[in-house]
């Protein structure tokens, strides 16, 4: 049972800069919404960590943001949705958005060839959580998929355009280029930062598909169905809470978010 108010802010995380592509979107599309976003960056990366403890902090980061009094929770990370947060939903009295679903009907509706690709996290590979959703929703399609841990780093230090990166890259991609995927899923809430690289080795003939849009077409859809919506005229406000440094978060912030991005609280474990 959904106990909350539409005035109340929209909850989301990650475990640190990725899911500012999230809020974007949602932004973007929610201009009158408040929201808090809390980036877990003293305990990133989260995608080389066990399930067990990658649940917990999301049940922990979870629990931080039902304490700011959100109504919904975005997890705007494809590695703690993996790690099986999902489930946590009957602990919460409001309602849970996550990334893959959004993402695989993406991406369905856009392969022509029934080959999609996936670059994730390790944990979120080794989870087969798109797998899964894959042979759900599209049981004839072929999924290729391919962990790239080092990408969240490169992001984390600002750095979307290097040398490093693109040898990076080709490396990753190579395989997936081979299989003949006519579809990518950013499989992490990263990757869409890194699309420049990520398009110029993929070639314009394949489509990515980032489930920041999709994600935030499913808030929206969520909150009217729950009647939280908020009706205001007022431009939303937009909170930022840090687990770890905030000069970098800041500056970082600043530039994937936009203007948004005003100042960061830290607040961790
Ligand atoms: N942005 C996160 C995701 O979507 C993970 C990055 C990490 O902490 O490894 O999976």
């Not at 890259?169 to 081979?178: F, I, M």
């Not at 420049?196 to 990515?208: A, F, P």
Request: aromatic content about 8%.
């Amino acid at each position: 049972m959904v106990v909350a108010e539409p005035s109340q802010p929209i909850g989301m995380f990650d475990s640190g800069l990725g899911g500012l592509t999230v809020a974007r979107a949602v932004i973007d599309l929610l201009p009158h919404e408040d929201l808090v976003y809390f980036g877990d960056t003293g305990r990133f990366p989260y995608g080389p960590r066990p399930p067990d403890e990658v649940r917990h902090f999301a049940l922990e980061i979870a629990d931080l943001l039902v304490d700011e009094g959100v109504k919904l929770i975005v997890v705007a990370c494809n590695s703690a949705e993996s790690a099986a947060f999902y489930r946590a939903q009957r602990h919460y009295d409001v309602p849970i958005v996550t990334v893959i679903e959004p993402g695989v009907k993406a991406a369905l509706g856009a392969t022509h060839n029934g080959r999609v690709g996936l670059i994730a996290t390790e944990a979120t590979v080794k989870s087969r959580a798109y797998d899964s959703a894959m042979r759900q929703l599209g049981p004839n399609v072929d999924l290729i998929s391919q962990a790239c841990p080092k990408f969240v780093d490169f992001v984390e230090r600002g750095d979307t355009t290097s040398d490093a990166l693109l040898a990076t890259a080709e490396d990753y991609l190579g395989p997936l280029k081979d299989a003949g995927i006519d579809t990518l899923i950013l499989g992490c809430t990263h990757y869409p930062l890194l699309s420049g690289v990520i398009r110029y080795v993929m070639g314009d003939e394949v489509v990515l598909v980032s489930s920041a849009e999709a994600t935030a077409n499913e808030v929206y859809a969520t909150l009217l169905r729950e009647d939280l919506l908020n009706r205001s005229d007022e431009p939303g406000a937009h909170k930022f809470i840090s687990s770890g440094e905030e000069g970098l978060f800041s500056e970082l912030g600043r530039r994937f978010l936009g203007p948004e991005f005003q100042t960061v609280e830290k607040r961790g474990w």
